[in-house]
């Protein structure tokens, strides 16, 4: 197949529908660009991160007399004010907002597939090291507001998105996305092709890049595009040590409710320790509104410190970068948890290191697992849930020990989602029951750890 000619080109797309799809054009575009054997430059950009050919196999790429929309461009066409700048040299042109950047720190570019809850998202400290590319067009239409935050600021690098930034048309908004990310200090892009960069992520693994969005205008691509490739990436990378907290504190404001907002517990049953390696705002807030006194510590906490609030129960929290890595630290605090006989629940990052602290092993996925439609079936009763979801390492479940039981699967990937070690009192989800943004159907699970605190032993 000759894919320097337009029908190799729509056949390397996967057809006129898929063209068409991937393009957001019609089909009757299609059918005449094979009568004109050309094609629009305008749609090169897409055709190039779909399949991988150059900007010369482009039909009429000889003759055209500037390239500073295709992605190895060097000079910003009309109109474009930001680029997402990829390591392999791939420049997506498009419109800043938030913060000026002449350059973000590189970061590996992700996609989102939630439809709602980019403010939870944005502000996941799961996110840290990573640029979020929402795949849903309408972002920003809510605004913000400080109701909706899960940690102290935004983890993200920075975020991707397809249309502008329209005004916020909710009761709840108290400020506008543009102006919530330049107070933090981050960047975002407009006018890209999200369907084009998701599909790219999804087909080749998440590259690592660079959101410049320079006040002056100047563009150093070059720079930005040695610092993507440098960028050793999040294999190997200890992150939860930056965003969690430094020091212990009580928690007690539980989930938000109608009309009255967030509430306070004040007659709690239990008392929670909480291992915070980057934990999201609403986890404690379910904890509290399971009837728990909830103490926050680091990350870094030993099994000592952690034991001498004497908790009922031990929560491992989600967070950002390598298992593997926070591991070195975290495992052999949670093994002396353990080994104390105190019931541990974990969520995501805190599944794979209660994981690891059993015997397990992890790896870095290809693509990842985020948004709030993912499908996990539980093995026990053969329930599916559609969950909440947003890490990029998973357990591999052939190193499970004896007497640790996968509990919960993915009906994506077949990847593991869950493990119990009844004989520990300990089990753990690689999803988010605590959802913020994303479905409630695994809430339950709180109740099941408040159960097996209760639980004589």
Same mark, same amino acid.
């Given at each position: 197949?000759?894919?320097?000619?337009?029908?190799?080109?729509?056949?390397?797309?996967?057809?006129?529908?898929?063209?068409?799809?991937?393009?957001?054009?019609?089909?009757?575009?299609?059918?005449?660009?094979?009568?004109?054997?050309?094609?629009?430059?305008?749609?090169?950009?897409?055709?190039?991160?779909?399949?991988?050919?150059?900007?010369?196999?482009?039909?009429?790429?000889?003759?055209?007399?500037?390239?500073?929309?295709?992605?190895?461009?060097?000079?910003?066409?009309?109109?474009?004010?930001?680029?997402?700048?990829?390591?392999?040299?791939?420049?997506?042109?498009?419109?800043?907002?938030?913060?000026?950047?002449?350059?973000?720190?590189?970061?590996?570019?992700?996609?989102?597939?939630?439809?709602?809850?980019?403010?939870?998202?944005?502000?996941?400290?799961?996110?840290?090291? %990573?640029?979020?590319?929402?795949?849903?067009?309408?972002?920003?239409?809510?605004?913000?507001?400080?109701?909706?935050?899960?940690?102290?600021?935004?983890?993200?690098?920075?975020?991707?998105?397809?249309?502008?930034?329209?005004?916020?048309?909710?009761?709840?908004?108290?400020?506008?996305?543009?102006?919530?990310?330049?107070?933090?200090?981050?960047?975002?892009?407009?006018?890209?092709?999200?369907?084009?960069?998701?599909?790219?992520?999804?087909?080749?693994?998440?590259?690592?890049?660079?959101?410049?969005?320079?006040?002056?205008?100047?563009?150093?691509?070059?720079?930005?595009?040695?610092?993507?490739?440098?960028?050793?990436?999040?294999?190997?990378?200890?992150?939860?040590?930056?965003?969690?907290?430094?020091?212990?504190?009580?928690?007690?404001?539980?989930?938000?409710?109608?009309?009255?907002?967030?509430?306070?517990?004040?007659?709690?049953?239990?008392?929670?320790?909480?291992?915070?390696?980057?934990?999201?705002?609403?986890?404690?807030?379910?904890?509290?509104?399971?009837?728990?006194?909830?103490?926050?510590?680091?990350?870094?906490?030993?099994?000592?410190?952690?034991?001498?609030?004497?908790?009922?129960?031990?929560?491992?929290?989600?967070?950002?970068?390598?298992?593997?890595?926070?591991?070195?630290?975290?495992?052999?605090?949670? %093994?002396?948890?353990?080994?104390?006989?105190?019931?541990?629940?974990?969520?995501?990052?805190?599944? %794979?290191?209660?994981?690891?602290?059993?015997?397990?092993?992890?790896?870095?996925?290809?693509?990842?697992?985020?948004?709030?439609?993912?499908?996990?079936?539980?093995?026990?009763?053969?329930?599916?849930?559609?969950?909440?979801?947003?890490?990029?390492?998973?357990?591999?479940?052939?190193?499970?020990?004896?007497?640790?039981?996968?509990?919960?699967?993915?009906?994506?990937?077949?990847?593991?989602?869950?493990?119990?070690?009844?004989?520990?009192?300990?089990?753990?989800? %690689?999803?988010?029951?605590?959802?913020?943004?994303?479905?409630?159907?695994?809430?339950?699970?709180?109740?099941?750890?408040?159960?097996?605190?209760?639980?004589?032993?």
């Amino acid at each position: 197949m000759n894919t320097t000619t337009v029908d190799g080109i729509i056949e390397a797309m996967g057809g006129a529908e898929a063209t068409a799809r991937r393009l957001g054009v019609g089909t009757e575009a299609v059918r005449k660009w094979r009568q004109a054997h050309s094609i629009p430059s305008r749609h090169w950009p897409s055709i190039i991160a779909a399949t991988g050919l150059a900007l010369a196999d482009m039909p009429g790429a000889d003759t055209i007399e500037s390239a500073t929309a295709m992605p190895d461009a060097t000079t910003a066409p009309d109109g474009a004010t930001a680029a997402l700048a990829l390591a392999d040299g791939t420049v997506f042109w498009g419109r800043g907002f938030g913060a000026h950047s002449a350059g973000t720190e590189p970061a590996e570019i992700c996609f989102n597939t939630g439809m709602t809850g980019y403010q939870e998202t944005l502000t996941d400290p799961s996110y840290a090291g %990573q640029v979020v590319t929402f795949t849903f067009p309408h972002i920003g239409n809510v605004g913000t507001n400080p109701e909706d935050t899960e940690a102290a600021g935004i983890a993200a690098r920075g975020l991707v998105i397809k249309q502008d930034i329209t005004e916020p048309s909710n009761w709840r908004s108290r400020q506008h996305l543009d102006a919530w990310l330049r107070g933090q200090g981050v960047t975002g892009i407009a006018g890209i092709d999200t369907r084009a960069l998701t599909i790219r992520i999804r087909d080749g693994g998440a590259p690592s890049g660079v959101l410049l969005f320079p006040a002056d205008g100047r563009f150093d691509l070059d720079g930005a595009i040695v610092r993507a490739k440098a960028w050793p990436g999040l294999e190997g990378m200890d992150l939860a040590k930056t965003v969690a907290c430094t020091q212990a504190y009580e928690w007690d404001e539980t989930s938000w409710a109608w009309p009255a907002g967030h509430g306070r517990q004040i007659a709690p049953r239990h008392h929670v320790v909480a291992v915070d390696y980057g934990a999201k705002r609403n986890i404690l807030r379910c904890l509290a509104a399971a009837g728990c006194r909830v103490t926050v510590v680091p990350a870094s906490a030993s099994a000592e410190d952690i034991l001498r609030h004497n908790p009922d129960g031990v929560f491992l929290s989600n967070g950002p970068g390598d298992p593997a890595a926070t591991g070195a630290y975290a495992v052999p605090a949670i %093994q002396g948890v353990l080994a104390a006989g105190k019931p541990i629940f974990g969520i995501c990052l805190g599944h %794979q290191l209660l994981s690891l602290a059993l015997g397990g092993r992890t790896y870095k996925l290809a693509r990842g697992h985020r948004g709030a439609n993912q499908p996990v079936k539980d093995l026990a009763t053969g329930r599916v849930e559609i969950t909440s979801q947003n890490h990029g390492f998973a357990v591999d479940p052939q190193s499970l020990p004896e007497g640790v039981n996968v509990t919960h699967v993915s009906l994506f990937d077949g990847s593991n989602e869950g493990i119990a070690a009844p004989a520990r009192r300990a089990f753990s989800v %690689q999803y988010h029951p605590e959802a913020s943004p994303g479905p409630s159907d695994s809430h339950h699970l709180f109740r099941r750890f408040i159960d097996m605190i209760e639980a004589p032993t």
